[in-house]
């Protein structure tokens, strides 16, 4: 039975997210039979004949203007418009060049990139770039605004050894939770010359919860109403979720074929814990890129802007049809946790094309190199302590340094989280290592931006300070907390 | 699992300008002193401690009073239980204090009514008591093996309660037995039914006081003392007023009265221990839930 894809999330599953139930379960019903054609009509895009996402389903790619091979350049522009999301009825969004998610910058190791970014809205925004390791004056931190009808450039190489999948997204204090919730988000893939899995067919699927209003509009409730105290507390979360800008689209795969996916979460609070139905998972990549070894999984846990790479390998049969969907992942603390929170939340529909099967395809038992941070060259350990709104009892003040560190060392942080929720904790500026949760070492090396640190946990990791000096942001990235000033500035000089 | 940390680690990562890098220092063998830290609004505190006599070194970090109400919950209920069905119903009856939908004199009621069944066998061991910001208070107390819940219940300027905002976590105390022992006391406050009575003199500087529980009321909440430092302008009424935590005011940041430190609510016969640095000056030591009737008792520190 094809799923509803609204949620039991109660009040905000009428109106406009009804119409994704009605418009898409028949028309998939329908599509069983008769093959692909309607999906096609439709726009909810099947894979080509090479099983690559074919538009209009993934983002577009960012045009880049350059003419050097070396040099990216490309326009970004941060407008409001109108988009059909839920098919039927026009949402106005803030958009990056008139989609949601905004276009995906494709990069290569070694490239210089230029970013042209032209601010439309009606309030100030930056442009954040995160995960990326760049000068702190192109970080688009809350630091640097562009005010409305002004423009910025944007300009930074890409380091060797970066290849992975990251995202981009506003990051103005106190807003980046509206304004990242109007649509303004979108994917950066950065690429190696030497990548491992370049010929396998590849998906970026960028997720985003929402929630609509009747009208089409999203919804966005007084702070001091009972859900938006939710919101405050919770990160505001919603039931329909939206993959590529669409709610529960339908991906093509081929008996006997391997797809890698690049998974971003960008939404603005919500942990997925990623499920195929009979199918296990190959965990191949972090937010920093490629793994050094395969990791087969049953589900795969992604909180609020990390990202995953993994492998889905084709064991269905042909005219099959699986849901990817979000397995039920306890984040809250008991007092704010929703009602349904432990409902599965489909997200895609994983259709078997009938013919041809694909070419059983090798995968290296090696990825590639995680070089270690050694913890023998640590200076010493940072304690940072996580509250509920807080890091290390205070809130922000963008006047006020919260603690400083010397360019070309090493530290180990000791990130405690002492309240009964989870916090994903994020770093600007510079890449670590997870070493260890609750004392127990992490499996594999991984590159890492931004970790979550469950309820009343603790993670290490090591961090090395090169690079760029600055003062440079590590927050709770759940967007209403960072908001309201779960962040603190470290100094690197 | 966490285990105690040594007193010197705790000690340097607290008292160092937060987020500052402490040296790599090898581990160290296990101090007897339990260091809990508070801030606005969380507890930081190990997962599990040993039994038997436990001296907590509850430490005020942050910018409002707070305190550490330790509750042992009985066979059987979780930490996440006692969140969802204790901590919640008083929220919810606080939450209707402050919106007029609960007249003050139904809230006791109303609350009688919203918790479980099991609540009645939460276990009360005593525990560190309101201590305004910066200060520090040792408890020595006995606890058991069992699961607890720490919170602290204070509600701020906004009306939030602390624990509703972080400031609440569990602790188990294993059967395994710690080296502390009671210790001497200068002071000693009996805690009864028809009053506070303080024996010994309080002096300028450190004391540690022994509270004895002679007898609890039959029905409500059971005697503790926290100790006010009064200064002039403020009535003994407005202290043992804003001690109501079933009221709109009650307990709500700003206190009418700095408060030194104390210990929460014991068994009758139970004796356990506090440190407070006093001042020269007028003090009043006085039970949470009963000091309004009674139990209390000014004193001064020459």
Redesign the interface.
């Known amino acids: 039975m094809l799923p509803d894809p609204r949620s039991s999330h109660g009040t905000y599953a009428a109106g406009p997210a009804a119409l994704i139930a009605l418009s898409l379960v028949p028309l998939l019903a329908s599509c069983a039979a008769a093959g692909q054609t309607h999906l096609e009509a439709s726009g909810v895009a099947a894979a080509d004949e090479h099983g690559k996402a074919a538009a209009p389903l993934a983002p577009p790619v960012a045009t880049d203007l350059a003419a050097a091979h070396d040099t990216v350049r490309v326009r970004i522009v941060a407008a409001p418009t109108r988009l059909e999301l839920l098919g039927g009825v026009e949402t106005p969004v803030w958009a990056y060049n008139g989609s949601t998610p905004g276009p995906t910058l494709e990069l290569r190791e070694g490239q210089h990139v230029v970013v042209r970014f032209h601010n439309r809205l009606p309030e100030e925004t930056t442009v954040h770039w995160h995960g990326l390791r760049l000068p702190v004056s192109a970080d688009g931190s809350p630091f640097d605004p562009i005010a409305p009808g002004d423009s910025f450039t944007y300009a930074f190489t890409v380091p060797q050894g970066s290849a992975g999948t990251y995202l981009y997204h506003p990051h103005p204090h106190h807003r980046t939770a509206w304004q990242v919730g109007m649509g303004l988000y979108g994917a950066i893939v950065i690429r190696a010359e030497d990548d491992p899995l370049a010929h396998l067919p590849e998906r970026l699927l960028v997720l985003h919860d929402t929630r609509f209003r009747p009208d089409g509009t999203f919804d966005f409730p007084p702070r001091d109403s009972e859900q938006g105290r939710l919101d405050a507390e919770n990160g505001r979360e919603g039931d329909v979720v939206l993959v590529n800008g669409r709610p529960l689209p339908e991906l093509a795969i081929r008996p006997g074929e391997t797809q890698r996916w690049r998974v971003v979460n960008a939404s603005a609070a919500r942990v997925y814990r990623l499920a195929l139905p009979g199918h296990t998972l190959l965990h191949v990549g972090s937010d920093g890129g490629l793994f050094e070894r395969p990791v087969e999984v049953d589900d795969i846990v992604i909180a609020n802007t990390e990202r995953v790479e993994l492998l889905v390998r084709g064991t269905g049969a042909p005219g099959e049809r699986v849901v990817l969907r979000s397995l039920p992942y306890d984040r809250y603390?008991?007092?704010w946790r929703p009602a349904d929170w432990d409902s599965p939340l489909p997200l895609a529909v994983i259709r078997y094309r009938a013919a041809p099967r694909g070419q059983a395809t090798p995968l290296p038992a090696t990825l590639r190199p995680v070089p270690p941070l050694d913890e023998a060259d640590?200076?010493?350990?940072?304690?940072?302590?996580?509250?509920?709104?807080?890091i290390?009892?205070?809130v922000m003040d963008m006047e006020r340094v919260?603690?400083s560190?010397r360019l070309g060392t090493t530290?180990?942080w000791e990130v405690?989280n002492?309240?009964?929720?989870d916090h994903p904790f994020h770093l600007h500026g510079f890449p670590f290592q997870v070493l260890s949760r609750?004392?127990q070492p992490v499996a594999q090396r991984s590159w890492k931006d931004t970790v979550n640190v469950p309820k009343?946990s603790?993670v290490r990791l090591i961090v090395r300070f090169d690079r760029h000096a600055g003062l440079w942001m590590y927050h709770c990235h759940i967007l209403e907390h960072e908001d309201d000033g779960m962040m603190?500035i470290?100094e690197v000089r | 699992?966490?285990r105690i940390r040594s007193t010197a680690v705790i000690a340097a990562?607290c008292l160092c300008?937060?987020?500052?890098?402490?040296?790599?220092a090898p581990s160290e063998a296990a101090s007897p002193i339990v260091e809990i830290v508070a801030?606005?609004?969380?507890?930081?505190a190990p997962?599990e401690i040993p039994s038997g006599w436990t001296t907590i070194r509850f430490r005020n970090?942050?910018a409002e009073h707070h305190m550490l109400y330790l509750a042992r919950l009985p066979e059987g209920v979780s930490f996440?239980q006692y969140?969802?069905e204790a901590?919640?119903p008083f929220?919810r009856v606080w939450q209707g204090l402050r919106g007029g939908t609960i007249a003050s004199e139904q809230a006791l009621d109303a609350l009688v009514q919203a918790l479980p069944s099991w609540y009645g066998g939460v276990g009360l061991v005593g525990g560190p008591g309101l201590i305004a910001a910066g200060l520090v208070s040792d408890v020595t107390l006995r606890l058991e093996p069992g699961e607890y819940a720490l919170e602290c219940y204070v509600k701020n300027a906004d009306g939030a309660v602390h624990y509703?905002?972080?400031?609440?976590?569990?602790l188990r105390v294993t059967a395994e037995p710690s080296s502390t022992t009671a210790p001497e006391a200068d002071v000693r406050i009996t805690l009864a039914n028809d009053g506070l009575s303080l024996e010994g003199t309080p002096a300028a500087g450190r004391n540690t006081i022994a509270v004895h529980v002679r007898e609890n009321p039959e029905i409500g909440f059971g005697h503790s003392v926290h100790i006010a430092r009064l200064e002039p302008g403020v009535a003994i009424d407005q202290v043992t007023a804003w001690l109501n935590w079933l009221t709109v005011d009650g307990l709500r940041e700003d206190a009418p009265v700095d408060f030194v430190g104390g210990m929460h609510p014991m068994p009758a016969g139970q004796t356990a221990y506090f440190t407070v640095d006093l001042e020269p000056g007028r003090y009043l030591a006085v039970s949470e839930a009963t000091g309004a009737q009674g139990v209390q008792q000014e004193f001064t520190v020459h």
Do not use: C, F, N, W
């Open positions: 603390m008991p007092m640590a200076i010493g350990t940072r304690v940072v302590r996580l509250g509920q709104g807080r290390d009892g205070r919260d603690g560190a530290e180990v405690r002492l309240v009964g929720m609750d004392g009343h603790t603190g470290l | 699992m966490d990562a300008a937060p987020a500052a890098v402490t040296a790599q801030e606005d609004y969380t507890l930081d997962s970090q942050g996440e969140q969802r901590q919640v929220d509703m905002e972080g400031m609440t976590r569990p």
